[in-house]
């Protein structure tokens, strides 16, 4: 699983904001949405509803925060794709 930072790009405009759950450390990226959870791609964070919860843990929405600039998160797009867990 290869290690990502968030820039200041990514992180200025909600729709491509990274947000991270602080419970399980999963990673909301509005350009891959969750479909799983009714989510679609594009979906900015600020968009979802706010009974949405973690596709990995089921923590609640207001249990993320957004990635600070320069912050590293795993890549778990690839895993999607293969389907390995991390």
């Given at each position: ?5 968030a ?9 491509t ?21 009714g989510?679609?791609p ?9 009974d ?10 207001k ?12 890549d ?7 389907g390995?867990q991390g």
């Open positions: 699983m290869k290690i990502l930072i820039t200041d790009e990514t992180q200025a405009d909600p729709a904001e990274l947000w991270i759950c602080e419970v399980c450390e999963d990673v909301y990226d509005p350009q891959l949405g969750d479909p799983d959870g989510i679609p594009g979906t900015a964070f600020q968009d979802i509803p706010d949405w919860v973690c596709p990995v843990c089921g923590a609640r929405k249990e993320f925060r957004k990635l600070r600039p320069g912050e590293e998160y795993q778990v797009s690839e895993d999607l794709v293969t390995e």
